[in-house]
T-cell receptor, first 114, second 117 residues
Framework: EAQVTQNPRYLITVTGKKLTVTCSQN?????MSWYRQDPGLGLRQIYY???????DKGDVPEGYKVSRKEKRNFPLILESPSPNQTSLYFC?????????????FGDGTRLSIL | AQTVTQSQPEMSVQEAETVTLSCTYD???????LFWYKQPPSRQMILVIR??????QNATENRFSVNFQKAAKSFSLKISDSQLGDAAMYFC??????????????FGEGTQLTVNP
């Protein structure tokens, strides 16, 4: 089954404790991205990657890091989480060069930073 | 940068009736794609319908259709014969062509749709 898998689905942690949210897709997609969803703001792109070792900032990259060492994986790293990063996070993927194709989304990760 | 605006934070409709959700966008690009996504309480992001900017014909998918007005930069979603399962948050989204802006997806703020029995 074609899917984007995010882990964990829920996480409560404390300020400053490094965390990683994993994202993996099994569709051989080149393009992967991370979004955060906040009430009244919709989804905003954090980082995206057009292929292995190619990443770039989205609209709200501050406080986040990403890496793309393998085509299928695109982890999101919060080196020193702060309460303003409490949000719902989505990973998504699609083929590069096919903008008419929808992005496939993971089921979301609810992060709470205390 | 592109922006997407959904001016209706909440909408409600009676079961079996028709409702239209509004979306406007701002862009200087000529080649782009527009989408409506549905997010039920399960928080999955589900594609409802898509529209290529170069196509004049409005897209339809069963009970869902769009009114795409390129000159006005408007992309509204019409849901006919509304069902209880249509209750969800609906997001309008814009995607640039691959050679523009990294082909990012820009979302509107969302419209929460309630369907009353």
């Amino acid at each position: 089954e074609a899917q984007v898998t995010q882990n964990p689905r829920y996480l409560i942690t404390v300020t400053g404790k490094k965390l990683t949210v994993t994202c993996s897709q099994n569709m051989n997609h080149e393009y992967m991205s991370w979004y955060r969803q906040d009430p009244g703001l919709g989804l905003r792109q954090i980082y995206y990657s057009m292929n292995v070792e190619v990443t770039d900032k989205g609209d709200v990259p501050e406080g986040y890091k990403v890496s793309r060492k393998e085509k299928r994986n695109f982890p999101l790293i919060l080196e020193s989480p702060s309460p303003n990063q409490t949000s719902l996070y989505f990973c998504a993927s699609s083929f590069w060069g096919a903008s008419n194709q929808p992005q496939h989304f993971g089921d979301g990760t609810r992060l709470s930073i205390l | 940068a592109q922006t997407v605006t959904q001016s209706q934070p909440e909408m409600s409709v009676q079961e079996a009736e028709t409702v239209t959700l509004s979306c406007t966008y701002d862009t200087s690009e000529s080649d782009y794609y527009l989408f409506w996504y549905k997010q039920p309480p399960s928080r999955q992001m589900i594609l409802v319908i898509r529209q290529e900017a170069y196509k004049q014909q409005n897209a339809t998918e069963n009970r869902f259709s769009v009114n795409f007005q390129k000159a006005a930069k408007s992309f509204s979603l019409k849901i006919s014969d509304s069902q209880l399962g249509d209750a969800a948050m609906y997001f309008c989204a814009y995607r640039s062509a691959p050679y523009n802006s990294g082909s990012r997806l820009t979302f509107g703020e969302g419209t929460q749709l309630t369907v009353n029995p």
